[in-house]
Each structure stands twice: as structure tokens, then as C-alpha cells.
């Protein structure tokens, strides 16, 4: 059976940085890829940054809203990938879900909206005071 789970959310003032983490289970690293998505209320479902392993590699995606302030990482050793986010904004808060695909399935509509995404998390909230 596969579980994510993710803790790390909370409130954080602008300019702050918060590090979500996503615990997986019942996966390997190695044949799926993990995305971080977040949606507010009233808005749709974004994709905040995704990765996934290609030709022994690791490859990450960014949404252009976060790029420059958010990184993904995985520590495939704790079966758990990373969300740092740093310079955050009010318009960050949101609820943040780790979900999980197989690469077979993986595409850049996935990454970028989560449809397609097999797995979720219940989530974690984040709050950006202004």
C-alpha cells in the first residue's frame, strides 16, 4: 500500500522559509516521481515543483511562481522528499499535498496540474502573514 505523508507546515511571516517534508511509503524512488502541489481556496490546483529520477539522474520541475525561491529534493535513504521554501509570499499560502506518480505516467500537464497523479497526501497548511 502505498501512504504519503506530509508534516512542516505552519505560519510564517513574508520573507520567510518553511521546509515541508513528504514521507512515502509502499514506493520506490527510483520508478516514481513525487510532486509537491498546493491550492487555495477558490483557485485551482498548482503545481509547485516536482521530481523524478530519468537516465540515473534526478530532474526536478518548477512552476514559474516559485523558481528561484522553492527547492525539491528527495533523501532516498529516509524514503522522503523536501520542499524548502524560502522568500515566501503571502500569495504561497495555501494547502501543500505530496502525491506520487509512476514515470510511466508522468508528463508536464501532470507536473504542472496533478491530474494524472495516483497517490496523495492529506496535506499540510502554510500561512504567510503579510
Known amino acids: 500500500e502505498v501512504k504519503l505523508v506530509e508534516s512542516g507546515g505552519g505560519l510564517v511571516q513574508t520573507g520567510g522559509s518553511l521546509r515541508l517534508s513528504c514521507v512515502a511509503s509502499?514506493?520506490?524512488?527510483?520508478?516514481?516521481?513525487i510532486g509537491w502541489f498546493r491550492q487555495a481556496p477558490g483557485k485551482e490546483r498548482e503545481g509547485v515543483a516536482s521530481i523524478f529520477s530519468s537516465d540515473g539522474s534526478s530532474r526536478t520541475y518548477y512552476a514559474d511562481s516559485v523558481k528561484g525561491r522553492f527547492t525539491i529534493s528527495s533523501d532516498n535513504a529516509k524514503n522522503t522528499v523536501y520542499l524548502q521554501m524560502n522568500n515566501m509570499k503571502p500569495q504561497d499560502t495555501s494547502i501543500y499535498s505530496c502525491?506520487?506518480?509512476?514515470?510511466?505516467?508522468?508528463?508536464?500537464?501532470?507536473?504542472?496540474?496533478?491530474?494524472?497523479?495516483?497517490?496523495w497526501g492529506k496535506g499540510t497548511l502554510v500561512t504567510v502573514s503579510a
Open positions: 509502499g514506493l520506490s524512488f527510483d520508478s516514481y516521481a
Open positions: 502525491a506520487a506518480v509512476h514515470l510511466l505516467g508522468l508528463s508536464i500537464a501532470t507536473m504542472k496540474t496533478g491530474n494524472g497523479m495516483a497517490y
